[in-house]
Structures are given as structure tokens and as C-alpha cells.
């Protein structure tokens, strides 16, 4: 007996649909945002601890998505952070370390291949908006590295003649790029009040323009950093002063790139990632952010320096209101970027793994590192991590003590202590508060191996050790 022509032609749409579902990821990968916050602590965002600041829109991004409660900066500092998360390298290995300044005369090599540059192949329209900070002169641009256009500073935004520790004519006047032309020569303290809401615009109408290819957005928020600044449609909102104004227009702008996303109907098509460079910058009291529990903050290798918040959000792939604990880097986000949207990863090598079980299964997948590595200075290797465990090896840090914290702007100056080789169970212990060094001598010693790998590799300047595997950064010529 015949098949009713009413099923066959039922189960003809089904494999013809179903075909199609199948061929999706390779004829159109899912658009990417990545959100990086300057200098935003752990505990600044509700869903990380933050009491007194109300931020909705990442609290929304987490509840229909994942948290990672263990994830890093590679460095504690701004240019270094900003070249591991691009290139998913130590920044060590890339040549770049602490934050290039206006006098800098390298940047990023143009040799390295950034995230944007791993996904054009595939077909993706890329934009960067806000601080880029590898490399101000034009061979160093983000339209050098892959990028289709870049609204923002070339660094961050207390370089600039109002820098309240900077001796006069030690910064020129702070310039705002589009693409590779300055379109504001001297970005003044009632233009950076618009700079959040001006690079929330530009990245809506990067969605609006790019809403039916594939596309790659990499919005670098300049606030939290100092010199604080809010838009004064949003001002004197926030319980916590000027900083829980400037997370909240933050919280404001991730609202403005959900509302784009669900009004051209590609919401559940696109991956939404939301972290930072490094931890708060706590010499400047209250206007600074927090890292909750964790100890110290930028510029240090304890976990408040270089632990982030980190969540993604991608409907229909990663499960709602999930969280995973295991240990993960900004130099894993290139690699797994790749993986999502089928790409080729760079001809050289990279430190970064691929990620994608902690965001798709976070209840059972483990980490893929055995070991991470803090940097920090000139190339010192201070710390690392295992599993559960941290090994401080011995070196000079930054501290405010028992101090009273500054107010109004103005930061307080870090004494310098030294720590010894020290170890911590980050599970039980994650303020780093009780050394476990001498009673587990059998874990130091196996961590001491990892140590001993990294130095072979990237170096390290606290024992004299040249690194073999690393590549120089990008250099202007020469000046006959």
C-alpha cells in the first residue's frame, strides 16, 4: 500500500529540514561578541558579589548563561591582558608586557594573528570599539589586525594632560580614532563622559549594518579605569557613588547590545561573552571597584589582580543559569572562538585551548590546562596554577595595607613586601590567606615542574632565565 502523499511529502521537509539544520554551522557560524571592561574588579557586577551596584543586564546575561567563577587575565595590566585575549598567547610570548604608553614606538607584530583575523576566513564582519592599547601608529591599528573598522583610544584614558601624577607636557593631548583617521585630536573630560554611551551606539549599528553575515564585535569598554566618567543621563544613580554610576552604564550598554540582538531576531545566533582586562586598581579607593573576597588587585599576581568575572551567554547551546569552577584564561578565548565558528587556528604557536565544554557543559567538563601561568614586570614569573592549587613563587608585590582608602580620584601610593614560595588550596582558601607550603612539600615540589617548564619556555627575570620560545613584538623602523 502506497505512502499518503500528505507523509511523504511531511517526511521530505523533515530530512530537507533537517539537512539544512545540519549544514547551518558550516554555511553560517554564529556572530561573537566579546564585552572587555577596563579594570573592573570581581565583585563589581551583582552576580559576582557586588552589594551596593545593580547590574541587571550582565545578572541576565548570567542567568541565561554561564558564569565561570575560575576564570584569569593572563596579566594583571592593560596592553599584556589586551594581546593575550586577542592572540590566545601569553603576552610574554608576543613581546608585550605592562601598558604602552604614548612614547611607545611597538605594538602588536603583524606577524601574530588576532581573533579577528582567524575568523574573516569564515566569512565574519569585524568591528572593534573602544580601547585598543597594542600599538598606537597606524601599522599597529586594529584595521592593521584584522578589523573592518575601530571606533576608540589608542590607550587608556588617563593618558592624557589631565592626569593628576603626570608632570606637565608628559602626555600629549589624548586622541579619538575612527578607523585610521583622528576625528577628535583632544578628547576633553565632557567628551569622556560620552565614551561609554558613544561606543554602545557604534556597536548597535555595527549589529544593525551586519545582522544577516556572520560577524565578530569586540567592544573594550575604557571604564571602570580611571579617570571615571558617565554620561549624564546617567548620573547620580547609583548607591556606590561615581563607580556604581559607571558599572551601571556599563550594565546599561550590555542591555543595548541584548535589545539589538532580539530586535533583528539573530538573539539565539549569537554567542555573548562579558569579562575584564584585570582586577580593580585599588589605590584609588572609591573610585575603584572591588575583588571581593580575593586578595590585592591590578598589578599583582594574587588571585584579585588577575581572577575576573567571566560569563557567556549563547541561548539554545550553553545551559541557563550554569556556573563552572574550573581554572580557564582570556588566551583560551582564540582557540575556542575558532573551534565555534570552524576556523583554521594561526600557523604559529599559541598558548590558548579550546574551552567549549566549560561553556557547553559546564556540570561535567574539567579544565584542559595543566597548569596556568601569572607574569608580570619584565617577563618575572610570580605564580601559577594547578587544579586546585596556587604556588606563589618568590617575588616583590604591591600593597596598600591596612592604609585608609583614597577618595575623590586621588590614589594613595603601594608599599612593596615580599612574598616567598608559598602555596594555597584555591577551593577551600580563595583569598589566599593561609600558606600551605611547609605542610605539603610533596605538592610544591610537583608544581616546582610546571615552574620549571614555563622558564624553559617564556623565561623568566626573577632567576635569569632567557626565554626560547618567544617572538619579538612589532617594531617601527628604524630612524636613519
Known amino acids: 500500500m502506497p505512502f499518503p502523499r500528505a507523509l511523504v511529502l511531511g517526511a521530505a521537509w523533515l530530512m530537507a529540514a533537517l539537512a539544512s539544520l545540519a549544514a547551518a554551522p558550516a554555511s553560517r557560524p554564529p556572530n561573537i561578541i566579546v564585552v572587555f571592561c577596563d579594570d573592573l574588579g570581581y565583585a563589581d557586577v551583582g552576580c559576582f558579589g557586588a552589594s551596593k551596584i545593580r547590574t541587571p543586564n550582565i545578572d541576565r546575561l548570567a542567568k541565561e548563561g554561564v558564569r565561570l567563577t575560575d576564570f584569569y587575565a593572563a596579566q594583571a595590566v592593560c596592553s599584556a591582558s589586551r594581546a593575550a585575549l586577542l592572540t590566545g598567547c601569553y603576552p610574554n610570548r608576543i613581546g608585550i608586557a605592562g ?3 604614548p612614547g611607545a614606538r611597538h605594538g602588536l607584530n603583524p606577524d601574530e594573528r588576532t581573533i579577528a583575523e582567524v575568523l574573516k576566513p569564515r566569512g565574519y564582519a569585524t568591528g572593534a570599539v573602544g580601547k585598543w592599547h597594542l600599538g598606537h ?4 591599528l586594529p584595521t592593521r589586525h584584522g578589523f ?10 588617563d593618558m592624557w594632560p589631565y592626569h593628576p601624577e603626570a608632570k606637565k607636557g608628559s602626555y600629549p593631548e589624548l586622541p579619538l580614532f575612527d578607523g585610521e583617521t583622528v576625528v577628535d585630536p583632544e ?4 567628551d569622556q563622559k560620552t565614551l561609554t554611551t558613544r561606543y554602545t551606539e557604534r556597536a548597535v549599528r555595527f549589529i544593525e549594518r551586519h545582522r544577516d553575515q556572520p560577524f565578530f564585535l569586540y567592544l573594550a ?15 547620580g544613580r547609583s548607591r556606590a557613588g561615581l563607580f556604581g554610576d559607571v558599572i551601571g552604564e556599563i550594565d546599561w550598554s550590555v542591555g543595548q547590545l541584548l535589545d539589538a540582538l532580539r530586535r533583528h531576531k539573530i538573539d539565539e545566533h549569537t554567542l555573548v561573552i562579558f569579562t575584564s582586562d584585570n582586577g580593580p586598581w585599588l589605590s584609588y579607593g572609591d573610585h575603584a571597584g572591588s575583588a571581593g573576597p580575593l586578595r590585592e588587585g591590578k598589578g599583582t599576581a594574587w588571585e584579585g589582580g588577575v581572577r575576573v568575572p567571566f560569563i557567556a551567554r549563547w541561548p539554545g547551546r550553553i545551559p541557563r543559569d550554569s556556573v563552572s569552577h574550573q581554572p580557564a584564561m582570556t588566551i583560551d578565548l582564540l582557540p575556542t572562538l575558532a573551534a565555534i565558528a570552524q576556523a583554521p587556528l594561526p600557523p604559529h604557536r599559541i598558548d590558548g585551548l579550546d574551552i567549549r565544554p566549560l561553556l557547553l557543559k559546564p556540570a561535567e567538563a574539567t579544565s584542559p590546562h595543566d597548569a596556568l601561568w601569572f607574569y608580570y614586570n619584565n617577563n618575572e614569573l610570580q605564580a601559577l596554577r594547578s587544579g586546585r ?14 592604609q585608609t582608602p583614597a577618595t575623590g580620584g ?9 612574598a616567598g614560595t608559598e602555596l594555597y588550596d584555591l577551593e577551600k582558601d580563595p583569598g589566599e590567606k593561609t600558606d600551605l607550603a611547609s605542610l605539603k612539600p610533596e605538592i610544591v615540589a610537583e608544581l616546582q615542574e610546571h615552574v620549571e617548564k614555563a622558564r624553559a619556555d617564556l623565561g623568566d627575570a626573577l632567576t635569569g632565565r632567557t626565554p ?9 623602523p628604524s630612524t636613519p
Open 99 to 101: 601598558a604602552l604608553g
Open 137 to 140: 601608529h597606524p601599522m599597529f
Open 148 to 157: 573592518d573598522e575601530w571606533l576608540g583610544l589608542p590607550y587608556s584614558n
Open 187 to 190: 578628547v576633553t573630560p565632557d
Open 221 to 235: 569598554h575604557a571604564m571602570p579605569h580611571v579617570p571615571l566618567f558617565v554620561s549624564d543621563a546617567r548620573s
Open 389 to 402: 592549587w596556587k604556588l606563589i613563587l618568590p617575588h616583590a608585590y604591591r600593597t596598600l595595607g591596612s
Open 410 to 418: 586621588t590614589p594613595i601610593k603601594y608599599s612593596q613586601l615580599k
Open 468 to 476: 626560547t620560545g618567544a617572538r619579538p613584538a612589532g617594531k617601527l
